[in-house]
């Protein structure tokens, strides 16, 4: 019995338009997955060098992101920053950042000081935080901001105690009024203040990416299947 393969345009433009998606997004699930291998690598290395001591001179990202660092100053108690939208563990809460004024000077370095879990009943409720009186020694890890999540509405302005989604450094630097190094320091020493600092591991999820490469990949080896048996279904009809 002879095999036939009948071409029809409306079969090849769908399948052609599902491969291409699924080609395109899956070579994009694998440059992620290599982004974040490439930060592991960066992180295994900044991990292994001594912590750098932070002073009041403004430095640049560089080498310097994920790196271990130590810095004392004084908390700007007045001026924390709730980040929205921040689970841990399945539950709703916020990461709380603080100003850190850098001992000794008039400058001033970001700090995340830690997760903390939001009120279900009433959104805007902010918990209790204890805030460390004096002069403290912070060791922590510089990042270059908190990461990012889907903005909701309208950003809400800057103030203290502002609930936000994302936040830039440079518009709390202008709304406080104050000279803020260009980065933030994910705090990891305790300061006897409750607050959680199992920071997740920018690296993390390589393996997740993988898995969605290998699924956009298999949507596109689909498509070609099934427009070729459509086409010999065709012809043999």
């Known amino acids: 019995m002879r095999i036939k393969f009948r071409f029809g345009w409306g079969p090849f433009v769908a399948a052609a338009m599902a491969i291409a998606v699924g080609v395109s997004l899956g070579q994009w699930q694998m440059r992620r997955a290599a982004d974040k291998e490439a930060i592991e690598r960066h992180l295994s290395a900044q991990e292994d060098a001594p912590p750098i001591l932070l002073d009041d001179v403004t430095r640049t990202m560089g080498a310097l992101e994920y790196r271990r660092v130590i810095v004392r100053g004084e908390f700007v108690r007045d001026w ?3 980040l929205d939208n921040r689970p841990h563990n399945g539950a709703a809460g916020f990461y709380m950042l603080m100003p850190l004024k850098i001992a000794g000077s008039d400058s001033h370095v970001l700090v995340a000081r830690g997760w903390v879990k939001r009120d279900l009943t009433d959104r805007k409720k902010l918990p209790p935080i204890v805030v460390p009186p004096g002069i403290v020694e912070i060791q922590g890890v510089v990042r270059r901001n908190a990461g990012r999540v889907l903005q909701l509405g309208t ?5 203290p105690n502002a609930i936000v989604q994302n936040l830039d450094i440079q518009a709390l630097a202008q709304a406080a ?5 260009p980065f933030m320091i994910e705090q990891l020493n305790d300061t006897h203040d409750g607050l959680m ?6 690296s993390s999820g390589i393996d997740k990416h993988f898995g969605y490469a290998f699924q956009w990949y298999a949507l596109a080896a ?3 299947v099934f427009f070729l048996v459509t086409g010999f279904r065709r012809g043999r009809q």
């Open 222 to 224: 689909t498509a070609f």
């Open 177 to 181: 009024n104050m000279p803020i190094q």
């Open 80 to 82: 924390a920053v709730y």
């Open 155 to 159: 950003p809400e302005a800057l103030h």
């Open 197 to 202: 600092r199992d920071w997740p591991r920018p």
